[in-house]
Protein backbone atom coordinates (compact mmCIF):
# COMPACT_ATOMS: atom_id res chain seq x y z
CA UNK A 1 0.00 0.00 0.00
CA UNK A 2 1.48 3.38 -0.70
CA UNK A 3 2.47 5.43 2.06
CA UNK A 4 -0.05 7.99 3.75
CA UNK A 5 -2.76 5.70 1.89
CA UNK A 6 -5.64 4.52 4.55
CA UNK A 7 -6.05 1.36 5.49
CA UNK A 8 -9.79 0.36 5.11
CA UNK A 9 -11.09 -0.71 8.45
CA UNK A 10 -11.47 -4.41 7.36
CA UNK A 11 -8.22 -4.48 6.43
CA UNK A 12 -6.64 -3.70 10.18
CA UNK A 13 -8.69 -5.63 12.14
CA UNK A 14 -7.52 -8.31 9.88
CA UNK A 15 -3.77 -7.03 11.03
CA UNK A 16 -4.51 -6.33 14.20
CA UNK A 17 -5.46 -10.16 15.41
CA UNK A 18 -2.96 -13.24 14.75
CA UNK A 19 -4.54 -16.71 15.13
CA UNK A 20 -2.99 -20.15 15.34
CA UNK A 21 -4.70 -23.62 14.81
CA UNK A 22 -6.08 -25.59 18.11
CA UNK A 23 -5.55 -30.02 18.04
CA UNK A 24 -8.52 -31.70 18.87
CA UNK A 25 -6.62 -31.82 22.21
CA UNK A 26 -5.99 -28.38 23.06
CA UNK A 27 -9.63 -27.43 22.16
CA UNK A 28 -11.40 -30.04 24.67
CA UNK A 29 -8.76 -29.05 27.34
CA UNK A 30 -9.32 -25.91 29.53
CA UNK A 31 -7.78 -22.95 28.12
CA UNK A 32 -4.62 -21.94 30.44
CA UNK A 33 -4.92 -19.45 32.85
CA UNK A 34 -3.11 -16.38 31.04
CA UNK A 35 -5.45 -17.33 27.80
CA UNK A 36 -9.13 -15.34 27.71
CA UNK A 37 -12.19 -17.37 26.79
CA UNK A 38 -15.07 -16.30 25.61
CA UNK A 39 -18.30 -17.99 24.50
CA UNK A 40 -20.37 -16.34 21.37
CA UNK A 41 -23.58 -17.53 20.20
CA UNK A 42 -23.72 -17.03 16.27
CA UNK A 43 -27.05 -17.56 13.82
CA UNK A 44 -26.56 -19.16 10.23
CA UNK A 45 -28.83 -16.99 8.46
CA UNK A 46 -30.39 -17.01 4.52
CA UNK A 47 -33.25 -18.38 2.23
CA UNK A 48 -33.69 -22.57 2.04
CA UNK A 49 -30.70 -24.25 0.38
CA UNK A 50 -28.00 -21.32 0.15
CA UNK A 51 -25.64 -23.99 2.33
CA UNK A 52 -25.78 -22.81 5.70
CA UNK A 53 -25.96 -26.34 6.75
CA UNK A 54 -22.96 -27.43 4.59
CA UNK A 55 -21.16 -24.55 5.43
CA UNK A 56 -21.02 -25.72 9.21
CA UNK A 57 -20.11 -29.16 8.02
CA UNK A 58 -17.42 -27.67 6.31
CA UNK A 59 -16.13 -25.30 9.15
CA UNK A 60 -16.82 -27.78 12.12
CA UNK A 61 -16.33 -31.18 10.67
CA UNK A 62 -14.13 -30.68 7.17
CA UNK A 63 -17.08 -32.78 5.68
CA UNK A 64 -19.45 -31.78 2.39
CA UNK A 65 -22.03 -34.28 1.61
CA UNK A 66 -24.09 -33.51 -1.60
CA UNK A 67 -27.43 -34.91 -0.07
CA UNK A 68 -29.76 -32.25 0.72
CA UNK A 69 -31.21 -32.95 4.07
CA UNK A 70 -33.71 -29.97 5.06
CA UNK A 71 -33.11 -28.34 8.56
CA UNK A 72 -36.11 -28.82 10.81
CA UNK A 73 -35.76 -26.15 13.66
CA UNK A 74 -32.49 -25.34 14.49
CA UNK A 75 -28.93 -27.41 15.62
CA UNK A 76 -25.99 -26.08 17.77
CA UNK A 77 -22.34 -26.84 16.60
CA UNK A 78 -19.18 -25.57 18.48
CA UNK A 79 -16.10 -24.88 17.18
CA UNK A 80 -12.91 -22.86 19.36
CA UNK A 81 -10.86 -20.69 17.32
CA UNK A 82 -7.73 -19.08 18.81
CA UNK A 83 -6.69 -15.48 18.44
CA UNK A 84 -3.53 -13.14 19.90
CA UNK A 85 -4.24 -9.29 20.03
CA UNK A 86 -1.09 -8.48 18.68
CA UNK A 87 -1.05 -4.93 20.70
CA UNK A 88 -1.36 -6.24 24.02
CA UNK A 89 -0.03 -10.09 23.46
CA UNK A 90 -3.38 -10.85 25.03
CA UNK A 91 -4.48 -14.52 23.74
CA UNK A 92 -8.25 -15.34 23.24
CA UNK A 93 -10.23 -18.60 22.59
CA UNK A 94 -13.38 -17.75 21.11
CA UNK A 95 -15.57 -21.01 21.24
CA UNK A 96 -18.26 -20.52 18.80
CA UNK A 97 -21.47 -21.69 19.78
CA UNK A 98 -22.90 -22.10 15.48
CA UNK A 99 -27.01 -22.01 15.21
CA UNK A 100 -28.07 -23.19 12.29
CA UNK A 101 -31.72 -21.74 11.96
CA UNK A 102 -34.43 -23.30 9.33
CA UNK A 103 -34.96 -21.43 6.51
CA UNK A 104 -38.27 -22.32 6.08
CA UNK A 105 -40.78 -19.27 6.21
CA UNK A 106 -43.35 -21.78 8.17
CA UNK A 107 -40.94 -21.24 11.23
CA UNK A 108 -41.05 -17.80 11.66
CA UNK A 109 -42.97 -17.70 14.98
CA UNK A 110 -40.38 -19.40 16.46
CA UNK A 111 -37.38 -17.39 15.06
CA UNK A 112 -37.04 -14.73 18.26
CA UNK A 113 -36.48 -18.09 20.45
CA UNK A 114 -33.52 -18.94 18.52
CA UNK A 115 -31.97 -15.40 17.68
CA UNK A 116 -32.09 -14.75 21.20
CA UNK A 117 -28.29 -13.68 22.71
CA UNK A 118 -27.13 -14.01 18.88
CA UNK A 119 -23.63 -12.05 19.14
CA UNK A 120 -23.12 -12.64 15.59
CA UNK A 121 -24.60 -13.40 12.31
CA UNK A 122 -23.40 -15.45 9.43
CA UNK A 123 -25.72 -14.33 6.41
CA UNK A 124 -25.36 -16.87 3.42
CA UNK A 125 -26.43 -16.27 -0.35
CA UNK A 126 -26.38 -18.89 -2.96
CA UNK A 127 -24.03 -17.74 -6.00
CA UNK A 128 -26.49 -19.25 -8.54
CA UNK A 129 -29.80 -17.47 -7.50
CA UNK A 130 -30.14 -13.93 -7.34
CA UNK A 131 -33.01 -13.88 -4.80
CA UNK A 132 -31.04 -15.12 -2.26
CA UNK A 133 -29.19 -12.26 -2.59
CA UNK A 134 -31.91 -9.61 -2.44
CA UNK A 135 -32.91 -11.46 0.53
CA UNK A 136 -29.65 -11.22 2.66
CA UNK A 137 -30.76 -7.82 3.93
CA UNK A 138 -33.97 -8.95 5.32
CA UNK A 139 -32.55 -11.74 7.36
CA UNK A 140 -30.10 -9.00 8.62
CA UNK A 141 -32.87 -7.06 9.97
CA UNK A 142 -34.46 -10.11 10.81
CA UNK A 143 -31.89 -10.96 13.38
CA UNK A 144 -31.40 -7.35 13.87
CA UNK A 145 -34.43 -5.92 15.49
CA UNK A 146 -34.22 -8.57 17.89
CA UNK A 147 -30.24 -8.80 18.97
CA UNK A 148 -29.50 -5.23 18.11
CA UNK A 149 -26.77 -4.38 15.82
CA UNK A 150 -24.43 -7.29 15.97
CA UNK A 151 -21.31 -7.89 13.70
CA UNK A 152 -22.26 -9.68 10.15
CA UNK A 153 -20.45 -11.00 7.59
CA UNK A 154 -21.83 -12.32 3.76
CA UNK A 155 -20.67 -15.64 2.45
CA UNK A 156 -21.66 -15.24 -0.96
CA UNK A 157 -21.48 -19.42 -1.14
CA UNK A 158 -20.87 -22.50 -4.06
CA UNK A 159 -18.31 -20.03 -5.38
CA UNK A 160 -17.26 -23.17 -7.39
CA UNK A 161 -20.52 -23.00 -9.90
CA UNK A 162 -19.52 -19.88 -11.09
CA UNK A 163 -20.42 -21.12 -14.40
CA UNK A 164 -24.15 -20.57 -13.39
CA UNK A 165 -23.40 -17.41 -11.17
CA UNK A 166 -26.91 -15.49 -11.75
CA UNK A 167 -24.75 -11.77 -9.86
CA UNK A 168 -20.87 -10.55 -9.92
CA UNK A 169 -18.94 -10.63 -6.49
CA UNK A 170 -18.95 -7.05 -6.80
CA UNK A 171 -22.63 -7.14 -6.70
CA UNK A 172 -22.01 -8.50 -3.51
CA UNK A 173 -19.84 -6.26 -2.28
CA UNK A 174 -22.67 -3.40 -2.62
CA UNK A 175 -24.94 -5.19 -0.54
CA UNK A 176 -22.30 -5.99 2.00
CA UNK A 177 -21.30 -2.31 2.47
CA UNK A 178 -24.98 -1.72 2.53
CA UNK A 179 -25.00 -4.01 5.83
CA UNK A 180 -21.73 -3.07 7.10
CA UNK A 181 -20.55 -6.92 6.50
CA UNK A 182 -17.18 -8.13 5.19
CA UNK A 183 -18.15 -10.36 2.09
CA UNK A 184 -16.70 -13.62 1.32
CA UNK A 185 -17.01 -15.50 -1.76
CA UNK A 186 -17.10 -19.24 -0.33
CA UNK A 187 -17.88 -22.51 -1.21
CA UNK A 188 -18.09 -25.17 1.59
CA UNK A 189 -17.80 -27.59 -1.68
CA UNK A 190 -14.30 -26.97 -1.94
CA UNK A 191 -13.60 -25.08 1.55
CA UNK A 192 -13.07 -22.27 0.28
CA UNK A 193 -12.82 -19.31 2.07
CA UNK A 194 -14.99 -20.98 4.45
CA UNK A 195 -12.58 -20.61 7.60
CA UNK A 196 -11.92 -17.31 6.61
CA UNK A 197 -15.63 -15.92 7.19
CA UNK A 198 -15.60 -17.82 10.56
CA UNK A 199 -12.16 -16.12 11.58
CA UNK A 200 -13.36 -12.38 10.43
CA UNK A 201 -16.46 -12.64 12.58
CA UNK A 202 -14.40 -14.60 15.43
CA UNK A 203 -12.39 -11.12 15.14
CA UNK A 204 -14.83 -8.73 15.33
CA UNK A 205 -16.33 -10.56 18.16
CA UNK A 206 -13.12 -10.46 19.83
CA UNK A 207 -12.69 -6.83 19.69
CA UNK A 208 -15.97 -5.73 20.79
CA UNK A 209 -15.17 -7.54 23.73
CA UNK A 210 -11.80 -5.37 24.18
CA UNK A 211 -13.90 -2.35 23.26
CA UNK A 212 -16.23 -3.36 26.19
CA UNK A 213 -13.51 -3.74 28.73
CA UNK A 214 -11.82 -0.54 28.18
P1 LIG B 1 -29.33 -24.97 3.77
O1 LIG B 1 -30.77 -25.24 3.48
O2 LIG B 1 -29.03 -23.51 3.66
O3 LIG B 1 -28.87 -25.55 5.07
O4 LIG B 1 -28.50 -25.66 2.59
P2 LIG B 1 -27.68 -27.05 2.59
O5 LIG B 1 -26.40 -26.91 3.33
O6 LIG B 1 -28.56 -28.14 3.01
O7 LIG B 1 -27.30 -27.16 1.04
C1 LIG B 1 -28.28 -27.20 0.03
C2 LIG B 1 -27.71 -27.93 -1.20
O8 LIG B 1 -26.66 -27.16 -1.76
C3 LIG B 1 -27.12 -29.31 -0.89
O9 LIG B 1 -27.41 -30.18 -1.95
C4 LIG B 1 -25.64 -29.03 -0.79
O10 LIG B 1 -24.89 -30.18 -1.13
C5 LIG B 1 -25.47 -27.94 -1.82
N1 LIG B 1 -24.34 -27.04 -1.51
C6 LIG B 1 -24.10 -26.40 -0.34
N2 LIG B 1 -22.98 -25.66 -0.42
C7 LIG B 1 -22.48 -25.85 -1.67
C8 LIG B 1 -21.34 -25.35 -2.36
O11 LIG B 1 -20.53 -24.56 -1.86
N3 LIG B 1 -21.18 -25.76 -3.67
C9 LIG B 1 -22.06 -26.61 -4.27
N4 LIG B 1 -21.79 -26.94 -5.54
N5 LIG B 1 -23.14 -27.09 -3.65
C10 LIG B 1 -23.36 -26.72 -2.37
MG1 LIG C 1 -29.97 -26.52 6.52
Known sequence: MPPGEKMPDKDKEMNEFMEWFLTDDEAAA????????????????????VGKTSLVARFVFSMFDDKYIETIGAKVTKRTIALEHIATKQRFRVKLMIWDIAGQKTLDFIKPTYYR??????????F??????????????????????????????KSDLNGTAQFTSIDAQKY???????????????????????????????????????
Open 176 to 214: GIGLGAQVFMSSAKTGDNVEAAFSALGRRLVKNYIDMQK
Open 128 to 157: TRNETLVNVSKWCQSIQSVCGKIPVVLMVN
Open 117 to 126: DAEGAILICD
Open 30 to 49: PAPPHEITVMKKICMLGDPG
